[in-house]
């Protein structure tokens, strides 16, 4: 034990005073006290504390990012955190089934004392999203005016300041951009990939007009979504029309990064490849997890207030669906699969090659 | 113990040289053994097995409803029952994690030998779907479409003996509008509604209208939202006007279930109400875990494949997203919340109601 | 909306100044941040903001029956309420892994700052054993005396005003012992359920005598525990040997309370008994989540402290294993399946019964 | 597309007709069909499905280890395959609440006609016991007998046939026991290592020694942990003491293997200890969720029975108790907190020994 440290206690510790005072019922302020209010109340608090454990860990995963160069100690603690975010997503997720053990009628019992409180107005939750990388030029106009015009002064000073900041997606992309591997090697990696996704691409195209169980209407709207594949192909293998792509939303990531991403994700048993691949395995997962939490928090507005607008003055349901799609950040690796090759399609990697991605050691 | 049983010993009981010897991998077929498809099987057989206790409650249940006259000591194992189905359809739910531990790489090392199975030639889902209440008339056009041409002409003559059958969806409606208690009942909870509910709506309108945080645009889509809701409440209390609302597909309860539903809803405390309220929760329940599950695996298909082709021809994903929220059958209790009154707003039952909904014995 | 209403917003509503100021690491204090020392605050702090919402539940349902007589409509809301209580039980019982993602590593950077800090301090967690039932003449003896030998003064006359008070283990007995239907009843059930169960356990010796896969030692074993049994059911027909079994702690439950809670379980369906027999299937389950979660958090404490002492000054997952099973309150209802008879074996209830159990409208 | 692909099918893929027609009711055999029969036989054959799962992952990880020398590329495999076990393992917990949702009456309906089958005749669990690790010497006493006893003769000869194989638990310690690093370094570790552990155990002694809170008795017992604490500390330095303490049961790893593990833990961020500690730590998850499924699977035994005998003719849920702890196979990993210094305690590796251990390429 270390010497001269004080008695620490764990009420004390824990701030309990705090934490546990911090339940004020407006049902009973104005002398109709709803049992339910204190579960209103309580849920809510808890989101806030995995909300600033949240920000604990992106933080520190930003600040390693920030950072001229990333130590291969750093990634593994990197990856690490990632993991525990993920972990508190499920959890958050599964607490939607606590909330909805309130009853539309319980909810009707004091939500009229709330106006105009409103989920919306969670600065930490804000905080997360721009620190993941939702910047105010990718929000859907709706929630942009919204975003804003809710926000105290400080508040929008807080989070204008923190849109001047590198995101986390920003900071993930330099960094896959920066990887000296492809552009040093003279194994011509690329040119084999593009023979053979070409031939995959043809193959999928026989396939759809082959398969005797699609209407004429299903069979031309599959063509034209293939075709539409076959052109974000063409992006990979051409910087301008990458750039032409990138434009139009159909990416987000820059074409190096997503041509570094693209290779980890092919060679990904490689071990210097293990913590990156992890790493954007990682984000696709907190991606997966946000998105499912704003559609079933979407999903439990829903069945709590029908189409009633909510305590904010709003139906926050056709709001949240909204978002749910269109705020994505890390979709570019989650569509990933699209330019994939089975591994016996893949080259051999050279020997050459292959000996700098292990470890000297062995 | 009873007499004259045979013995039953655990491998036979459970058919398990059945069971286990049911994992024909195709890659191994073709000489190019894939590790990953044995999960790829086992996942789905699993989902299979779910699928049949799933029909199993869902028949049993239905079978009850199908009778002249639901007893009460039905309506506890039915509920039971139901609350069966919401559980493992949870279990489902978290089942896809596991199929996420396969990466789109080692599912492209089997796909090609998979055509053109689909996990949409599951008669056992398409037979929960229906025995639900997703009838064809109900599919939107590109679903019917898929639908019938993929099946074999054994699956299409079954499915559709299934359509002819009353649904779980139309039994049920018959049930909640058959109740006596709304017609012989001279307390006129409805004038008292109708008033109480004017007021909570023109209270609405009024916080649109004062909301200092809404936009213009905003405000115009909110009082659009409002009005839309003003009219399904009209239909409440005009027969025709709900029939109207019922052709343009704004709901699919009869209006006799509607009010029942709406008359358990507000009243759950009473115990006669209770096995009916918990009916009408599971149902709901059902149907979000079902919603949740079509959303999950869409997302999941999307991770593995990206835009490319399944293995059925066609890209699943966009089909999977499009019947998530399309395909949904309880949903008028889910949006029942819209027509809920606060406790506070609600007439006092009558002693002589009262008397007639408790208990004889206390 | 009601008038009157003075505006709430968010952040003042849920006092976000005082959740989100709560945290503060000891590590930083003493100059050396330990990155994990706020995973472990903010679990902490969310284990008890849901100990204070089961808190409020469980007082709520203790002041239910703490009254002359419990009303049907309260009875619903007393199962509500349990069904709740066992959400945040699981959700509770899954936070556990979120500790696990702190590597034992981790906490030993900040561990010895914590000193004498210990999880055992937690009031709310003890203000929940005492509520459910769990007294001071039921701990174990180790257990009686960290548990009062580490108390403040003020905590320790909170805790023992609170053992003076009914628990609700003590007042589900009463209101089970007063039920009035067995008493007034002249359809003689227990003679002919004494008939039947003889009948089951000279079955379940037989099956036992003749199991050829029994080894002598294990069939002295089992002929033995059948022993017990058929002695615990001796206490069932006869209230002197069923006092003997209680002070023996064989039985927590008084005599009339165990009768008609196995009369609920036997007849369950019967829509009288199917909130009692709700609020015995939640007592139950109450009971399994603590139990499970004593056990869960002994492992984790194991995982991350080994057999070194915790920060209390004692090697808690000792304690922790001791007290998962002899903690245990509704012990008797997770044990009832005893003495149940399967429905077939059970007489059919009289119609003038039957009638007395059903409602009065249909 | 590959080319002379025969199509393939769903249901034929499946094995539906095999899968969905495997579920023959007993009660119905004897004209009393049991509604839950179903679900009893659905849910052990889904059980059945999962051990074949995890089967397939335990034996190729086994393979893996069974080489020569494991290649850096492989052990991204192992670590990946393992942590889908765990994901697996931790939906087979969860669907126990499925079981439960059985209630202890109707099991009743249809035990007697089980008899004798029973869990414990499931011969893939008992494989992947002893691929784990947990081989005849482990098991106690009551286990041996009933284990062997129960099994038909070609079961018998297949476990017995597993048994000589080499198990996982025999592999990863080889494994460990080889690594090469601590017996060519010179850097002096060990030596460091001891100084520092000897002071914090000095420093817990103390802790003790000063406790206030605690009783005579239970600083005793206390001092009396501590001592067996030490004794374990003075194994690690010492051959001959670690082996009489293997003897004694209290480690399973050989000397060199804990050695090993002890310093992947302690040096866990470096990259080239990357894969191995998450082998460590998915090896100790595996332990913990077999164990919790004991625990939870003997609670449902208990809940589903009381105290009544099983189909198989003994009390499961004793037997299920005993085994839960007994039947641990990596314990050592789960214990080795115990050993862990705090990194700000640990030596700084020397530069050499640093860049042996990160990748050759940065």
Redesign the interface.
């Known amino acids: ?2 010497k001269n ?1 004080e ?5 004390d ?4 005073d ?7 019922l ?1 049902s009973t302020k ?1 002398g ?1 006290p709803a ?1 339910e209010e ?2 209103f ?2 849920v ?3 989101y ?3 909300f ?2 949240l920000l ?1 860990e992106l933080n ?1 995963v930003i600040d390693t990012f920030n950072q001229a160069a990333v130590k ?2 750093q ?3 990197v990856v ?1 955190r990632l ?2 975010v993920i ?2 997503q499920k ?1 958050m997720n ?2 939607i ?2 909330m909805e ?1 309130m ?3 319980q909810f ?2 004091f ?9 919306f ?4 939750f804000k905080q997360l999203e721009i620190s993941l990388g939702l910047k105010r030029e990718y929000r859907i106009d ?1 929630d942009k ?2 975003f804003y ?2 926000l105290s002064d400080d508040d929008r000073s807080l989070l204008e300041a923190l849109e001047e900041k590198p995101s986390l997606f920003e900071l993930v992309d330099k960094w896959l951009a920066r990887m ?2 492809l552009k040093t090697e003279d194994f011509h990696f690329w040119d084999y990939y593009r023979k053979a996704t070409d031939e995959m691409l043809n ?2 195209k ?3 007009e ?2 005797a ?3 004429e ?2 069979r031309r709207q ?1 063509l034209k ?2 075709q ?2 076959r052109e ?1 192909f063409d992006g990979l293998f051409n910087h301008e029309t990458y750039e032409d792509l990138l434009n139009q939303g159909k990416f987000r990531l820059s074409h190096e990064a997503l041509l570094s991403a693209l290779f980890i ?2 060679y ?5 490849f ?2 990156p691949f992890q790493l954007i395995t990682a984000l ?1 997962e907190i991606d ?1 997890q946000l ?2 939490w704003r ?2 928090h979407a ?1 439990m507005v ?8 909510g305590t ?4 926050g349901h ?1 709001y949240l669906k909204k978002t749910t799609e269109s705020n994505r950040i890390f979709l570019d690796f ?11 399609s893949l080259p051999e990697l050279p020997e050459s090659v292959k ?8």
């Not at 939500?111 to 989920?119: C, E, K, N």
């Not at 569509?335 to 591994?343: E, G, S, V, Y």
């Open positions: 034990m270390k440290i008695p620490c206690y764990y009420g510790y824990l701030a309990l705090k934490i546990l005072g911090a339940q004020k407006q104005y109709e049992h204190m579960l109340i309580v809510h608090q808890v806030e504390l995995w600033k454990q604990h520190a291969d100690q990634l593994t603690s690490h993991h525990r972990q508190i959890l599964d607490q089934g606590i053990t009853t539309p009628q009707l019992s939500r009229d004392y709330l106006v105009p409180a409103s989920g107005q969670s600065i930490q709706f005016q919204s015009n809710r000296p591997l193959d999928d026989e396939t759809i082959r398969n169980f699609l209407s209407v299903e599959e979504d293939w539409s594949t974000n994700k092919q990904s048993e490689e071990p210097v293990n913590l696709t997966e998105t499912l559609y079933r999903m829903q069945r709590m207030l029908g189409t009633k607008i904010g003055g709003s139906s056709h989650f569509n990933m699969a699209t330019f994939l090759l089975p591994k016996s000996r700098r991605l292990g470890f000297y050691l062995q």
